[in-house]
């Protein structure tokens, strides 16, 4: 059988019409990880995050370089952590919750982005949800001014 130059053009096109959708189908939102290439705690909340569905990155950084860059991108110094990522124009500072990152792109609100400070045990990649430490993810305003966004218990 021989296809002609037409029918060709015709699957080349709904290949490439479909080429997006495969990627979306395979991830959900496309978050970019700066981190230490040794920090295990951030590999594993990087881990939870592509468990949670998000099509993760990473980019080593390391020392000044990383903190540098968090304060360039309006992350306050009492807000950091261990690893930064960027989503949708946003910044995700240290162990923040896959669901918040979620709220966060649903609700869209005027702001930095997200923040844990330190790192919480119990948060995700900071050892086991039911022995967790309480903590609060932080929304970080333009302004630079932070308020709660979500508070987890102690377990």
Same mark, same amino acid.
């Given at each position: ?26 991830? &959900? ?23 949670? &569905? ?34 949708? &124009? ?31 045990? &119990? ?33």
């Amino acid at each position: 059988m021989t296809m002609t130059r037409r029918a060709m053009m015709a699957v080349t096109a709904g290949f490439a019409a479909s080429a997006p959708l495969a990627g979306a189908a395979q991830g &959900g939102p496309a978050i970019h990880v700066l981190k230490d290439p040794n920090c295990g705690c951030c590999t594993s909340w990087i881990e939870i995050l592509r468990e949670d &569905g998000f099509s993760v990155t990473t980019e080593r950084s390391l020392g000044t370089l990383l903190m540098q860059h968090k304060l360039e991108n309006g992350i306050p110094q009492n807000m950091t952590s261990c690893h930064t990522g960027e989503i949708e &124009g946003y910044m995700i500072e240290g162990h923040v919750p896959a669901a918040d990152i979620r709220r966060l792109l649903s609700e869209r609100p005027d702001a930095v982005g997200l923040a844990v400070p330190g790192m919480p045990y &119990g948060s995700p990649g900071m050892g086991p949800e039911a022995e967790r430490e309480a903590y609060y993810v932080f929304l970080i305003r333009k302004d630079g001014r932070t308020e709660v966004f979500t508070s987890y218990a102690a377990a």
